[in-house]
């Protein structure tokens, strides 16, 4: 498959930003949004102790509103994802545990792509400069690794976390990547890291810490289709090399 490769100057389409009264909107909501986490503490709901703990009700609620329940976890792990909050690997646990190895990982998928997704379009069009200067020494490698081959790089990145998942959200919003190569990208690479989560899920009462989940051989195995999912660059490299 053909993909366009970015280039991290902009363009005018990606100039094309907000008013500055929706601009500053919007950021006041994100700031709000991580403050009333941590202000809250609602951190103490997304752990493996709390999950533990309401499992019986939980799974009760979800078999009397089956709808309603997988509604309500969509929209909360997007906007855990959307504002780059703790808990990801709690919610996946908790799907896993509540709709079973397969719809689980579907439900994350949807969650968890749509969030990226509009962290990557907040982080283009209203949050670039703060996104600049609080990880300007960390964009580097990741656009380079953009500028080669977007959807190669970024399937690698969801594959083998290198980088934290809200850092490739938001420095990916500073590339020229399209959003349809973005979204593809990140579905198909949070699959195999969604779904051993999920399936663990099933086993929730066994399991004492995430550690006993990402394996060596787990984390083995991410890393191997993580380097497969670079041989279109490697191969375009070699190609043109000899051309």
């Keep these: 498959m053909n993909h366009t490769t970015v280039n991290i100057e902009s363009t005018p389409a990606m100039t094309a930003r907000p008013s500055a009264a929706g601009k500053i909107l919007l950021v006041a909501v994100f700031a709000a949004a991580v403050l009333a986490f941590f202000y809250f503490d609602l951190k103490q709901y997304l752990s493996l102790e709390a999950l533990k703990a309401n499992r ?41 545990f509540l709709f079973g190895s397969v719809l689980g990982t579907l439900y994350v998928n949807v969650a968890a792509t749509s969030g990226a997704t509009l962290g990557f379009l907040a982080a283009r069009y209203v949050l670039r400069d703060w996104v600049e200067r609080k990880f300007g020494d960390r964009l580097g490698p990741i656009q380079e690794g953009f500028a080669k081959n ?44 969604s779904f051993v989560f999920a399936n663990a899920g099933r086993q929730l009462g066994s399991i004492n810490s995430l550690s006993e989940i990402a394996s060596p051989r787990v984390l083995g195995a991410f890393a191997l289709l993580g380097l497969l999912a670079l041989v279109p660059v490697v191969y375009r490299r070699v190609s043109g090399g000899r051309a």
């Design 56 to 96: 019986d009700r939980l799974l009760a609620f979800t078999e009397a509103n089956y709808v309603s329940a997988v509604a309500a976890y969509i929209l909360l792990y997007c906007v855990q994802t959307a504002f780059s909050l703790p808990g990801a690997a709690i919610l996946t646990l908790a799907g896993g």
């Design 150 to 193: 977007a959807f190669s790089y970024l399937l690698t990145l969801r594959l083998i976390p290198i980088f934290p998942f809200f850092l490739v959200n938001l420095v990916s919003g500073l590339t020229r990547i399209q959003v349809g190569t973005y979204v593809a990208a990140t579905a198909i690479g949070i699959i195999p890291g």
